[in-house]
Every structure is written in structure tokens, then in C-alpha cells.
């Protein structure tokens, strides 16, 4: 044992240690650039946002940005908690109903054998090749015949039927050995127990991920459904407000950084608060006959 621990000892370098730290501090430097350049312009002063060539980072930070926000906002026929409440509830909603219709559809696809199954799998992965921009004049037909245009379920039920969802989540179930389905068949779980209590345990790191793609999807779908599905005002969402009340020429470019700001916070904390998660169900839950 003491002569394997060496041997792994003799393997690891500093040299190397430091050379891949550097790798990975410069990749993570330019990912976080981005993020910290829209950080910055939030801050800046008009002054600054329209200075060419542009600085990266601000020089004389204020908080007007985010009082001019507010004051547009505020002038808003429609109270802007609406907006806040509207988009929650279709990240929310959508989020947590495609999870779990796509890992119920997920389930018997990737652990029960029954006629047409590959055939339903391949209709799966070949919806995967069309983007959301080709199947829009599709949803809004099935959506008008429906009765759900200008209601949040225009929006919601697209959503629910990603098939990225279903492929992903069938992807991580295939890896779960038959034999511990069998154990809890034995000791007489149902299948509903079996799928609630043993699958999805086990599948946690696919479906965190999943929430994140969705929650972001969700999140800034508002602007282009606003315009296509939903016509109302008290039922738009908060990024389609902003692009609105900020769509007023070169004064509102101040503004427009904050909203930019404000819009990133929420998905960035949802992916910050689930990465810690996803990380360690990934390291922990892998299983072997």
C-alpha cells in the first residue's frame, strides 16, 4: 500500500501542478470576462459607457444607472412586481414541469424493453437538430389552437416538451444497473417507487443539470414570447418590460447596462447555488454491477 502511495507521489509534479493551474486560471480569466466587463458598465457613468476606445473596468463607479432604472420603472402603467412575478412563475413552473415529465418519459425508454421504443428514441434525437427559431411558426398554430395565446402556458408548455430534457435524463438512467431495480422489485416497490425513490436519487446530477439549462431557457424566453404568444401587458415578462421602457435612443444607455445586470443575477445564482451540487453527486454517485 505504502509503495503504491509513493509510486502516485512520484507522479505528480510541481511542475506540472503549476502549469496546469496556469491553464486553468487563464480560461477562467477569459470566461469571467465577460461577466465582469457587464459588472463594470453597470457602474459606469454615461460619460464612460460611450467613451470609444472603451475601458474595461469603471473609474468613477455611481449608482445613477440604477436610479434612472428605477425611476423608469416606476412611471410603468403596470406595477413593475408584476413583471418580477410574471417571470418567476414561468421559469418556476416550466422548470420544475419539464423536469419531471421529462424523466417520467425518460424512464421506461431507457429501462423497459417494449414495440416502437427505438423508434420513439430516434424521433427524440432527430427533434434535437431543429432550434427553437425553426419550430416557431408550429408552436404558435398548435398554441393558437389550443386556446393558450396571450396566457403564460404559451410559453410554459413549449417548454415542458423539450426533448433535450427527455435525451439527457434517458442518457443518465441507462447507466443505473438493472440489478438494483430488480432488489427494490423483490422487496415489492412499484414502479412509481421504484422510479421516484431509486432512479432519481441516483440520476440527481442529470436533473440539476437539467434545471439549469431550463431555468436560463425560461428566463430569457420572455422577450421573444412577449412579442409572439403573449399580447397583454400585466402578463409580460420582466425582460421585455425592460426592453420597452429602454428602447428610448442613447440617453437610456446607462439604464440599459443595470438592466443587464439585474437580468444576469438571477440565472448566475441559480447556477452558482446547483454547480457545488451537480460536482458532487457526479464524484459520489457512480455505480457498478
Request: hydrophobic share 55%; charged share 10%.
Amino acid at each position: 500500500m505504502l509503495a503504491m502511495l509513493r509510486r502516485k507521489r512520484v507522479n505528480r509534479s510541481w511542475a506540472g501542478d503549476i502549469f496546469l493551474f496556469l491553464i486553468l486560471a487563464a480560461v477562467g480569466y477569459f470566461m469571467a470576462m465577460p461577466l465582469v466587463f457587464v459588472i463594470s458598465n453597470a457602474f459606469k457613468p454615461i460619460n464612460e459607457i460611450l467613451k470609444f476606445p472603451p475601458d474595461f473596468f469603471v473609474h468613477h463607479p455611481t449608482l445613477t444607472n440604477f436610479s434612472d432604472l428605477y425611476h423608469l420603472l416606476a412611471g410603468s402603467w403596470v406595477p413593475f412586481t408584476r413583471y418580477i412575478f410574471n417571470t418567476f412563475f414561468i421559469a418556476i413552473l416550466g422548470t420544475a414541469l419539464h423536469v419531471l415529465i421529462a424523466s417520467l418519459a425518460a424512464y421506461p425508454l431507457a429501462k423497459r424493453r417494449f414495440p416502437g421504443r427505438g423508434a420513439l428514441f430516434g424521433i427524440v434525437v432527430l427533434s434535437l437538430m431543429f432550434s427553437a427559431t425553426v419550430t416557431q411558426i408550429t408552436n404558435y398554430m398548435t398554441m393558437s389552437w389550443l386556446g393558450f395565446l396571450d396566457t403564460h402556458l404559451a410559453v410554459i408548455v413549449p417548454a415542458i416538451g423539450s426533448s433535450l430534457g427527455l435525451y439527457l435524463m434517458k442518457q443518465f438512467m441507462e447507466q443505473i444497473p438493472d440489478s438494483l431495480l430488480e432488489a427494490a422489485q423483490i422487496d415489492g416497490c412499484s414502479e412509481l417507487r421504484i422510479f421516484w425513490s431509486v432512479v432519481m436519487p441516483v440520476v440527481k446530477p442529470a436533473w440539476l443539470t437539467l434545471i439549469i439549462f431550463s431555468f436560463q431557457g425560461l428566463w430569457g424566453a420572455g422577450g421573444a414570447a412577449g412579442s409572439m404568444y403573449i399580447y397583454s401587458e400585466q402578463l409580460k415578462t420582466i425582460d421585455y418590460a425592460l426592453g420597452q421602457i429602454l428602447a428610448g435612443g442613447i440617453i437610456r444607455t446607462g439604464p440599459s447596462m443595470a438592466a443587464t445586470l439585474l437580468l444576469l443575477t438571477v440565472p448566475i445564482l441559480i447556477f452558482v447555488l446547483s454547480q457545488s451540487s451537480v460536482i458532487q453527486t457526479m464524484s459520489t454517485s457512480g455505480m457498478k454491477d
